[in-house]
């Protein structure tokens, strides 16, 4: 059953929040905080080794049983129950959105075109296993013998992003194998990451789920050439393997079949980590950490799949992001993960978050007249403090943060943590209060200096405050609270997307850019061929062959 086609801003619920918003579009966080003495606890949820409290927000009880009224209204249960139960909710590209399949139990049930995937998810999983123990221990061993010292994961967006971030996350538990990652077409990239190479020890995961992306087949063939010329050709079967839906193009490629992890069309490349996509991930943690990734995710599934909706995090996390969106217009939503480890955590939400929701046309067809997809960005605290914090504290523009933090170190180096830890709950804290001038004023007054001056620096040094935040904190950085973490995000998408009215997991806006790509790429190749461009484009081509 297709997914249902609600216009958001026809409904009451969007209605009642236009006239609500008038009159609370100025009302101070502080102030909220003063009329309800329990707002903190009322607006915290708890779930298992989560701590998410949103009280830092501009929005009161009658708000959130608005938005909640909201997600009603666009029947999100209905569309939850279509993406969980493998109806074509990617209803362009004719296919289910099943990633969660690839963490549920064994014996669940999930059907595609009435077959039970569950046996070929644990057939790949078993697979990824044996392999994965095989590598690590040495039992699988190079072309002449050895065993392998390195993997390079050779993939683009969907294919490089999750494993990538996921392997850094988790450094913490990382073994001995080196991992590298390849993704750009960027010639400068791969011959970086070939200089720490030994080819007789390295393993090679070519990951396409399509296996024709141009950027990724031009980094394997490189590799493999430069492989070539230290070994024989033989030696590619022991020392390349590959991820894909598309067995023939991997053969074509030279790769044996038994090397070979499948997928399906049912996991979108920007999910796939939790598939055989995520095969660098065991390799790097070993496979019990990669399912223990998969066990959090699964229950962060059951945790929205169940929860209700005012207790439910993604739920929740997504209201509060439409909100800010369609009501404050707000363009950009920071994620700040308080953690090291989670430094491309924010660049792996820019494809989830942005290749899903940045759309314009609603799911009858036509275009919206309301603002879908959220910019994201960020980096780790406490570094962007240092960096755009300034921006976010008295800038122009209206950021609202998602702050993420554990609670215990890997290290255990209390010192550090605590004050990691006391800059995490000081910046949620002074972004929502601010710094009133009677503050400034007085802070001023006692370091002595005098009232002419003070007069001139007080408006620059008070900060007004009401800047919302969330705080996601979690007991620990483990391969399980990622999973939950991934997961939360993932389903935060979903609900975004059901709300707005798109369609959140098809990406035709890549494509138009790879096509000119594919056609200008003819010219660079061949002066004699010339295409039509704009004067300005058909300038930069001529400049560019002439430095040549
Ligand atoms: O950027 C477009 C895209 O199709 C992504 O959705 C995908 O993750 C990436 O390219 C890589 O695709 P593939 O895994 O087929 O090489």
């Known amino acids: 059953m297709a997914l249902k086609t609600i216009n958001p801003t026809k409904t009451n619920a969007w209605k009642k929040l236009q006239a609500h918003f008038e009159t609370i579009e100025d009302t101070h966080i502080k102030n909220l905080f003063e009329e309800n003495p329990n707002r903190a606890n ?12 949103y009280s830092k927000h501009r929005l009161t009880q009658e708000t959130l049983d608005l938005l909640l009224e909201l997600a009603h209204e666009v029947d999100l249960k209905d569309a939850m129950n279509k993406y969980f139960g493998g109806d074509v909710i990617n209803k362009t590209e004719g296919r289910e959105v099943l990633h969660t399949a690839l963490r549920n139990n064994k014996d669940a049930e999930v ?30 061993k190079t072309y002449n013998n050895q065993p392998f010292t390195d993997v390079v994961n050779i993939g683009i967006g969907g294919s490089d992003l999750g494993p990538a971030m996921v392997v850094d996350s988790l450094a913490y538990y990382k073994n001995h ?10 010639g400068d990239h791969v011959n970086e990451i070939i200089k720490n190479l030994n080819p007789e020890t390295t393993l090679f995961v070519i990951v396409s789920k399509t296996f024709t992306t141009q950027e990724t087949l031009s ?21 390349f393997v590959a991820v894909s839906t598309n067995i023939e193009k991997v053969k074509a490629f030279g790769i044996d079949e038994a090397n070979v992890f499948p997928m399906w069309n049912w996991v979108g490349g920007r999910f796939s980590l939790w598939s055989a996509v995520g095969l660098t991930i065991s390799l790097a943690v070993g496979f019990d950490n990669f399912n223990k990734l998969l066990l959090g995710a699964h229950k962060m599934d059951e945790h929205f799949k169940t929860q209700d909706f005012d207790k439910n995090i993604p739920v929740i996390t997504a209201l509060l992001s439409v909100w800010y969106n369609n009501f404050f217009n707000a363009e950009s939503e920071a994620v700040i993960p308080y953690s090291q480890y989670l430094n491309q955590f924010a660049t792996y939400l ?16 036509d275009k919206v007249n309301y603002q879908t997809g959220t910019i994201i960005w960020g980096e780790p605290g406490t570094n962007s403090q240092h960096a755009f914090f300034q921006l976010i504290h008295q800038g122009t523009k209206l950021i609202p943060a998602e702050f993420i933090g554990f609670a215990k170190s890997l290290h255990g180096n209390q010192d550090h943590q605590d004050k990691l830890m006391s800059n995490f709950f000081a910046q949620t804290e002074a972004l929502m209060s601010g710094k009133s001038q009677k503050v400034v004023i007085d802070e001023l007054k006692e370091q002595g200096v005098s009232e002419e001056k003070i007069k001139d620096l007080t408006p620059f040094k008070v900060f007004e405050g009401n800047k919302p935040t969330t705080t996601i904190l979690i007991e620990k950085l483990t391969p399980e609270s990622l999973g939950k973490l991934i997961a939360m995000y993932e389903h935060k998408i979903f609900v975004q ?22 056609t200008i790429l003819k010219e660079l190749k ?7 461009h704009d004067n300005s484009t058909q300038n930069l081509i001529k400049y560019y062959q002439q430095l040549d």
């Open 111 to 140: 059907l595609v075109e009435g077959e039970n995937v569950m046996k070929d998810v644990f057939e790949v999983k078993s697979k990824i296993e044996d392999f994965t123990s095989k590598i690590i221990n040495g039992d699988l």
């Open 350 to 365: 820019q494809q989830g978050i942005m290749e899903s929701n940045g759309k314009s046309i609603d799911r009858n067809g």
């Open 219 to 239: 980094n394997a063939n490189t590799l493999r050439e430069w492989f070539l010329k230290h070994a024989p050709q033989d030696a590619v079967s022991k020392h």
């Open 526 to 532: 061949d002066v004699n061929v010339i295409n039509n």
């Open 42 to 53: 009322d607006m915290t949820i708890k779930w298992e080794d989560f701590y998410v409290d």
């Open 177 to 186: 194998l080196k991992t590298h990652f390849v993704s750009n077409v960027d």
């Open 497 to 518: 997307g059901i709300i707005w009215n798109i369609f959140s997991y098809d990406q035709f806006g890549v494509e138009l850019g790879k096509q000119l790509a594919n």
